[in-house]
C-alpha cells in the first residue's frame, strides 16, 4: 500500500493511481448525489480490494439506506475494513471510518457522526467525511449537530478547493433548518456558483423558497435547473416532489399530479426516501380535495413488505401513510405496536417508542376519522417530531394533518392557532394557511359555526382559489 494524496488533497491508504481515479470519482459523485457513485465506489474497490478505507464507506452508504436486509452486508464490510488495517498501515484518519461504521451498527449514529467529525479534523479536506456526518446528522434530527459540524468543516476547509461548494451546499441546507433563511439563500446560491453540480445547493434554496411563500419562483427555480441535478440518484426524485410542492401551493393540481405520475414515482422503487416523497404529496393532494385514484395501493404493497425494517422511524412514519392511504389499516396498526414495543438500545427505538407510535396511531385516526384523537395524539409529540429526522418540508405533512384534524374536528380555537403560528413562521406567505382561515371566517358568520367548520375542511380547498 502507499500513501496518495485525493482529489481533495486528503492522504489517503491505496494500491494505485489507477484505484485513486476511481476513488476521486467516488467522492465527487457521492457529494453531487450522482447516480453513478455506487459503480464508481465498485470500480475503485475492485482495482484495489484492500482499500479499507473504501470498504468503510461502502458499508456506510448501505447504512443510509435504511433497509433491515443491508445490515448483514454493512457488518461485512466493517470486518473486511477491520482486517485490512490490521494488516496494512491505515492512517489515523481512516481509522475513524471504521470505527464510525462500527457505531453505527451498534444503533449509535450519533456516536458514528462524532467519528467522522475526527476524521475531518484529523485532515481538513476530507470532504467525503463531511459529507457523511451530515447525513447522518440530517437522519437523526440534530439540527444543532447539523449546523455546527458544517461551519466547522467550511471554516477547517475553505470554499477554494475543488469541492469547497458541496460543502457549502450542506452549510446552506443546515442554515436554512435552524432557520436563518437569508443566509441559508446566500450560501446555497454561492455553493452553486462554485459547484454547478451541487444539486443539495439547489435543494437548499428550493427549501428556502418553501419556507417563504415563494412558490412561483421555487416552481421556476427547480425546472430552469432541471440539468444542473440530471445526473442524481433519488434525490431528483425528491427534487421533483419538491416541484410538485410549488405546484401544489400555488392550486395548479393538475401540474403537481402529472409530476407525480411521470417524475416523483416514474421508477416503483421501495426506497423509504422515495416512499415518503409519493406519500406525504398523496396526501397533500388530498388535503386539496384532490382524487388520487389507485395510486395509493402501489405504495401500500411496498410499505407492507418494510412493517418489520424498524431501520428508521421517518421511513415507518411514511409508511404508515401509504398503508393507510390504500385502506390496510390492519398493517398500519402492526406497525404502530412494533413501534410502541421496540425495546432495542439507541435513538431511533427511543423515538419509535416516544414518537412513532403516536404519530401512527393518529394517521389512523385520521384515516377513520377521529379528527379529535388524532389532533390530540399530534399536539402531543408536536415539540419533538424534530427528532425521527428529515426537514421542516418532509415533516410539514404532519402539522398540515394536525391542522386538518382540528379544523375537521371543530376545534376552531386550535386550528386558528396553528394556523396563525404557520403564517408567522413562513413571513405570512402560504396558501394552505391563507385559503383554510379564510374559510374558516367565512364559516364563523353561518349558523352552527363548530358544525359549519368541519364541512368546511372536508370541501375541496379548489374551491376556493
Request: some cysteine; proline content about 2%; aromatic content about 6%.
Amino acid at each position: 500500500m502507499t500513501i496518495l494524496h485525493d482529489a481533495s488533497g486528503a492522504r489517503t491508504t491505496i494500491a494505485s493511481p489507477s484505484a485513486l481515479l476511481h476513488w476521486n470519482a467516488t467522492i465527487e459523485q457521492i457529494l453531487a448525489h450522482a447516480a453513478a457513485a455506487p459503480a464508481s465506489l465498485a470500480a475503485t474497490l475492485d482495482a484495489d480490494p484492500a482499500f479499507a478505507l473504501g470498504h468503510a464507506a461502502k458499508g456506510l452508504m448501505l447504512l443510509t439506506l435504511a433497509r433491515r436486509e443491508l445490515i448483514a452486508d454493512a457488518a461485512g464490510e466493517l470486518a473486511i475494513a477491520r482486517r485490512l488495517a490490521t494488516e496494512t498501515s491505515v492512517t489515523p484518519r481512516e481509522r475513524c471510518y471504521i470505527g464510525a461504521l462500527a457505531f453505527w451498527l451498534a444503533r449509535r449514529p450519533d456516536l458514528a457522526a462524532v467519528r467522522l467529525d475526527e476524521a475531518m479534523a484529523l485532515d481538513n479536506r476530507d470532504v467525503l467525511a463531511a459529507k457523511l456526518v451530515h447525513a447522518i446528522r440530517f437522519m437523526i434530527g440534530d439540527l444543532t449537530g447539523l449546523l455546527a459540524s458544517a461551519r466547522a468543516h467550511v471554516a477547517a476547509h475553505g470554499t477554494a478547493s475543488l469541492h469547497g461548494g458541496y460543502l457549502l451546499g450542506c452549510l446552506a441546507f443546515a442554515t436554512e433548518e435552524n432557520g436563518d433563511l437569508v443566509q441559508a439563500e446566500r450560501l446555497g446560491r454561492q455553493a452553486l456558483e462554485l459547484s454547478p453540480h451541487d444539486a443539495w445547493g439547489r435543494h437548499s434554496v428550493a427549501h428556502v423558497m418553501e419556507m417563504t411563500g415563494r412558490a412561483r419562483e421555487g416552481a421556476r427555480w427547480l425546472a430552469d435547473g432541471r440539468e444542473s441535478w440530471s445526473h442524481c440518484n433519488n434525490l431528483a426524485f425528491h427534487l421533483s416532489w419538491h416541484e410538485a410542492l410549488f405546484h401544489l401551493e400555488l392550486g395548479q393540481y393538475g401540474a403537481a399530479l402529472d409530476l407525480y405520475d411521470h417524475d416523483v414515482r416514474v421508477r416503483k422503487t421501495d426506497d423509504y426516501r422515495d416512499i415518503a416523497n409519493a406519500a406525504s404529496l398523496l396526501q397533500r393532494l388530498e388535503f386539496a380535495g384532490v382524487e388520487v385514484g389507485h395510486r395509493w395501493h402501489e405504495l401500500g404493497d411496498l410499505a407492507a413488505d418494510r412493517i418489520e425494517d424498524r431501520m428508521l422511524v421517518f421511513a415507518d412514519l411514511h409508511y404508515a401513510l401509504a398503508l393507510a392511504g390504500a385502506g390496510r389499516d390492519a398493517e398500519a396498526g402492526s406497525l404502530g405496536l412494533g413501534l410502541q414495543h421496540d425495546s432495542r438500545p439507541g435513538h431511533d427505538a427511543r423515538m419509535a417508542r416516544e414518537v412513532g407510535a403516536s404519530v401512527t396511531d393518529a394517521i389512523r385516526a385520521f384515516r377513520g376519522r377521529r379528527y379529535g384523537e388524532a389532533a390530540r395524539l399530534l399536539m402531543g409529540v408536536q415539540t419533538t417530531l424534530v427528532q425521527i429526522g428529515g426537514s421542516h418540508a418532509q415533516r410539514d405533512i404532519f402539522e398540515q394533518m394536525l391542522i386538518e384534524s382540528a379544523i375537521r374536528d371543530g376545534d376552531v380555537a386550535l386550528a386558528e392557532r396553528l394556523l396563525a403560528q404557520r403564517l408567522t413562521s413562513r413571513d405570512g406567505h402560504n396558501q394552505f394557511a391563507a385559503d383554510r382561515l379564510a374559510a374558516m371566517a367565512r364559516s364563523a358568520r353561518r349558523p352552527s359555526g363548530r358544525v359549519a367548520a368541519a364541512l368546511v375542511a372536508l370541501a375541496p380547498s379548489a374551491a376556493l382559489h
